[in-house]
């Protein structure tokens, strides 16, 4: 890790520029004496969110201390929760302080910040054995010391013992006290560890956990800073070890067993702190692979497909869609990636991470530059985008930015993408994801290349009560849900899956969401368009209700009726939508009714528009058949700020049986027209296709140009 960190600062702009800037943070935060170790331990940092917003509360690392904490809405919030999630972050925040003064040192060789690293070090070895094994910690939780969970602590040690080590490597030496101090420290963190390890895969038999690859990456750091070589050899192999882990904990498609991209980003980053533990005893474990062929560079490449072409990582499952400590883990494991690998494909990740963390337009910042970073800057380019002149310079290849289409038949995700389109989808029919995973099977993403437009929200703070009411929940999610009820934890499947120079098609299936319920997602890729064909049977008569969440705001419409919802012309009496949530019933704003006040007496067209960054539209038609209904429904926001409301679509039939057809283009408005024998055709740019389902999927034909073109509104 300390290898040039000295070189970059002198020999890059970039280097020099992040040096100045992590020198004035840490002199701010002395001078203001936030550089102080708490005697309490930390909580459980998902309490840190505001129970009216629900957004994450405001953390200040110049605070020395705080028992009142403000929310982005400018709430105060008091209380033993959230004393002790602000605890969490401010000993993550002291133990980045130290790695932090440790790299200022090795490029700058200035004592003091040396001293400083000795001092935080020191102070939590002296201050560990005085926390006790915490007596607040929730019963499923491996319980930690400094903080309620284990986990929580293992992420913790691996800063606080990189920094030891970097020190270290750089010469520095302890005082018999300080060493002392430390050795007392390893014993227990040791310890524990370990113990909690056998806890997790023996006892439990959840040997496959995130955990687990967490605890194997602080024992890495414990044996690495106390020179114990046959300990690691030991850690890496047997039951739970790091290729072990490697095997089962994640699929054979390179994706983290759960599903979830925050939790595949959370063990690639300890996976690689375990690798460079055991660089430094002369083990590889860069190039090690599982046995089903999965690899840290199977993992990089994995991300690399699913990013949209800004290079943002779509929130699968539980996750942030975006948070700055999450950004700079996206940060670290991109630039070992792109060190270590030469993946430039995944630069553009890399960029959008920085610009997460307020780097201009993606440039380099803070200390993962300083310590992971390599060469010259990247230059800054999307997916899609020539990286040519940025390879070359890199020393490395174009290949890799145009991407194709992908399935991920072990996990459960499908990505759709066609060169000529700006639009692409990324679809989910896999397993539920355990405690990680929402009730969302058949859910689409949509993306713009300029923007997200139909985004998977991912999750709040756990500590937030809409976790379990609405962001795991089917409603919330771009799927079908049946009498406002969520499905049932399941798998669908992939039935077929093409490329074709013409198309990509795909046919996606769900049979467990409802008792006696099939349902049945089209997914196909034009270089014009993009037809979203959804078929649901169902065994009851039942409100068959199929959901879009655009965060793009509508910004033309073309209603069959042009007429607006009144309240007294919404699905119940009080003007609300009701869902079946946790065993509750919720009640969503409708703003308006699409068609007039009853079901819609012959097929029409809903048409409206959203306005994209840069000027761009996109178009979406839905055909409306006779008894259907469609609805704008206010909703909460995204995951980021749910207290900032959305409008949904809910396109809803009731009977049992429902088809629901639509489609969606970046270029112009496309005419959706009902055909014979249940067929439809689009015509877009004077060019109609006719589609139609039979017992093999969608049969495309037709794609003739017409001499005038077809009729839209």
């Not at 690392?61 to 033993?80: K, L, T």
């Not at 895969?201 to 414990?222: D, M, Q, V």
């Not at 890399?350 to 380099?364: F, I, S, T, V, W």
Request: glycine share 10%.
């Amino acid at each position: 890790m300390s290898t040039g960190i000295r070189m970059k600062a002198e020999k890059h702009a970039w280097g020099r520029r992040v040096l100045a800037e992590l020198k004035e943070e840490l002199d701010r935060l002395e001078a203001a004496g936030s550089l102080h170790i708490p005697v309490e331990p930390g909580g459980w940092w998902h309490q840190y969110v505001c129970p009216r917003h629900h957004a994450e509360l405001l953390f200040d690392p110049a605070e020395r201390d705080a028992q009142s904490f403000r929310c982005p809405h400018g709430c105060r919030i008091e209380g033993e929760a959230y004393r002790g999630a602000w605890l969490v972050i401010k000993h993550q925040s002291l133990a980045r302080a130290a790695l932090q003064a440790a790299a200022v040192y090795a490029a700058s060789r200035e004592a003091s910040y040396a001293q400083l690293a000795k001092r935080i070090i020191a102070g939590y070895a002296r201050r560990f054995p005085d926390y006790p094994v915490h007596p607040d910690a929730q019963p499923w939780m491996l319980k930690g010391r400094a903080f309620h969970q284990a986990l929580t602590e293992a992420i913790w040690s691996t800063t606080l013992l990189r920094a030891c080590l970097l020190l270290s490597d750089e010469g520095v030496g302890w005082t018999e006290a300080e060493r002392e101090a430390v050795d007392g420290y390893l014993r227990l963190l040791e310890t524990s560890m370990t113990e909690y390890r056998h806890i997790l895969i023996h006892e439990r038999g959840n040997a496959e956990n995130n955990y687990t690859a967490w605890l194997n990456a602080a024992l890495s750091c414990i044996y690495a800073v106390k020179e114990n070589r046959a300990g690691l050899l030991a850690l890496i192999a047997g039951e739970g070890g790091w290729k072990h882990h490697l095997s089962i904990g994640v699929k054979p498609d390179q994706l983290e067993f759960e599903g979830s991209t925050y939790y595949h980003v959370f063990v690639l980053r300890a996976y690689l702190i375990s690798a460079e533990m055991a660089e430094r005893f002369g083990i590889d474990l860069y190039g090690a692979e599982g046995t089903a062929g999965q690899s840290m560079t199977g993992m990089f490449d994995v991300l690399a497909a699913l990013a949209d072409d800004r290079g943002v990582l779509p929130a699968l499952h539980d996750g942030p869609m975006e948070r700055r400590p999450y950004a700079r883990e996206i940060a670290e494991i991109m630039e070992i990636g792109l060190g270590r690998y030469r993946q430039h494909g995944i630069v553009p990740i890399l960029r959008e991470a920085y610009r997460q963390m307020g780097g201009p337009d993606g440039a380099r910042c803070q200390l993962e530059a300083l310590l992971y970073g390599e060469g010259e800057e990247p230059a800054a380019r999307r997916f899609g985008e020539s990286a040519a002149a940025a390879a070359k310079a890199a020393g490395g290849e174009e290949a890799g930015t145009r991407r194709r289409s992908r399935l991920l038949r072990d996990s459960g995700f499908v990505v759709g993408r066609r060169a000529a389109n700006a639009l692409s989808f990324l679809a989910d029919f896999g397993p539920h994801g355990g405690s990680h995973g929402h009730f969302d099977k058949l859910h689409l993403t949509m993306m713009h290349r300029e923007t997200a437009f139909t985004p998977d929200f991912g999750m709040v703070p756990y500590g937030s009560e809409l976790r379990k009411q609405w962001f795991a929940e089917t409603a919330s999610h771009n799927t079908v849900s049946l009498g406002g009820a969520s499905q049932a934890a399941h798998a669908g499947s992939c039935l077929r899956f093409e490329e074709t120079s013409a198309h990509t098609y795909v046919w996606l299936r769900s049979e467990g969401a409802y008792p006696g319920c099939r349902m049945d997602r089209h997914l196909l890729l034009t270089d014009r368009w993009l037809l979203d064909w959804f078929e649901v049977t169902a065994a009851q008569e039942a409100s068959i209700e199929w959901w879009m969440h655009p965060v793009v705001p509508v910004e033309a419409e073309a209603d069959p009726a042009g007429v607006e919802t009144r309240p007294e012309q919404s699905p119940d009496e009080g003007g609300f939508y009701p869902l079946a949530i946790e065993g509750e019933w919720r009640r969503l704003p409708v703003v308006k009714r699409y068609g007039g006040a009853a079901p819609v007496s012959a097929a029409q067209e809903l048409h409206l528009a959203y306005k994209v960054p840069g000027g761009g539209r996109i178009y979406h038609t839905a055909l409306l058949r006779p008894g259907d209904e469609a609805y704008a429904v206010r909703t909460p926001g995204t995951s980021v700020d749910p207290s900032r409301p959305l409008t949904a679509l809910l396109h809803r039939r009731y009977g049992r049986s429902a088809s629901f057809v639509h489609v969606y283009s970046a270029g112009e408005q496309t005419a959706l027209k009902e055909s014979s024998a249940g067929a439809v055709q689009v015509e877009a740019a004077g060019e109609a296709c006719s589609c139609g389902l039979t017992e093999q999927g969608l049969i495309v034909t037709g794609g003739e140009r017409h001499e005038q073109p077809g009729t839209v509104i």
